[in-house]
């Protein structure tokens, strides 16, 4: 069994292994099902009581949030199947030597999403979207520290506790690049966002490769941090949550050594990780993209709730519809 290898002697194996706990009281071991089930509820709280939390008061919203609607429900899943965190979840300590290169993918990465975001909103201006500010950027210090707490820290936390250290594992019984892709798809879902579901995918990815390479969910929760810091800084600093607004094409033909750079930071990244872990390839037997039994009744409504509020966002944003204050 490989829990009985010592920590120091499993590194680049244990990390890509898949180590299921033993079966709790009742007999039940959490897996691709109860995943999605869990994932559903967390879903429909957010949307029930969470938009009212926030749009009662955004930072303490956002603790209530992510606290209560998704950290507990994970924590409440792991007493449901008394579950070993460090075991099952990766809850161990980070090595310090994987730090500056989890700086220089979140770095990257932000870069790359940042792009490839504000193209995509550009290229919707043409047909007449106005783009909808989700976030109003911070107008002082103290709104901007505020930002960092509730968006970086608190949501570094919780929403890697629950899709990297609760649903992903769940999953890898069948298979790790499977776990992370269908993983990363449901935490892309959750944002609700059409036009950020590729970024967001895309986020989840990497910080689903961080933690499995590294063998520790705190991976992916400093990753987590400093992208939303570095998002939360730009949002600082521009004075606005989207400013593709603005931007010519002859600013995407500025910004190339900016992409250039991202592509080449994101390369070096993944590659030094890789050498790091000393770890083979994941996709070497990546047993297909989405795991087996995926088409599950949660899967598709959940898929609906995304489905509508992706709607309501084309639709705010096209003005179809007008809900006065949410632009």
């Known amino acids: 069994m490989s829990e009985l290898i ?13 180590v299921m706990p033993a079966p709790s009281a009742s007999g039940c071991v959490p897996d691709l099902r109860s995943a999605l089930r869990l994932f559903l509820v967390v879903f429909i709280m957010l949307l029930l009581f969470g938009s009212i939390a926030q749009a009662w008061h955004f930072e303490y919203g956002m603790i209530i949030t992510q606290v209560i609607f998704v950290l507990l ?6 007493r449901r199947y008394n579950l070993n965190q460090v075991v099952f979840s990766r809850l ?21 999403n940042m792009v490839f975001a504000t193209g995509l909103v550009h290229a919707l201006m043409e047909f007449g979207y106005e783009p909808i500010v989700v976030i109003e ?7 901007y520290l505020g930002y960092v707490v509730v968006l970086s820290i608190f949501a570094g936390i919780c929403e890697e506790v629950l899709f990297r250290g609760t649903i992903m594992p769940s999953m890898e019984n069948r298979g790790l690049v499977p ?16 036009l950020n579901l590729v970024s967001t995918f895309t986020l989840g990815l990497v910080m689903a490769v961080i933690v499995i390479k590294t063998g520790s969910l705190w991976g992916g929760i400093i990753y987590h941090m400093i992208n939303n810091f570095i998002a939360v ?4 600093i521009a004075g606005q949550y989207e400013t593709a607004a603005e931007v010519e094409p002859q600013g995407f033909i500025a ?9 080449a930071g994101a390369w070096f990244g993944l590659r030094l990780l890789h050498k790091q872990t000393g770890a083979e390839p994941l996709l070497k037997n ?23 509020m992706a709607t309501l966002e084309l639709a705010i944003g096209y003005k179809w519809i007008d809900l006065g204050g949410i632009q």
Do not use: C
């Open 73 to 78: 429900p994970a924590i409440w899943y792991w």
């Open 286 to 308: 990546r047993q297909g993209w989405f795991p087996r039994g995926w088409r599950y009744w949660p899967f598709f409504a959940g898929l609906v709730l995304f489905i509508l």
């Open 233 to 236: 800084t730009y949002l600082f």
């Open 6 to 18: 010592p920590d120091e002697n499993r590194e680049g194996l244990d990390n890509q292994s898949t």
């Open 92 to 112: 161990k300590p980070l090595q310090l030597r994987y730090l500056p290169v989890i700086v220089i993918l979140a770095g990257a990465f932000w870069l790359l």
């Open 137 to 143: 950027p911070p107008q002082n210090l103290r709104e």
């Open 179 to 194: 776990a992370i892709v269908f993983s990363s798809l449901l935490f892309a879902m959750l944002h609700g966002s059409l």
């Open 255 to 263: 910004a190339l050594p900016i992409l250039l750079l991202a592509l």
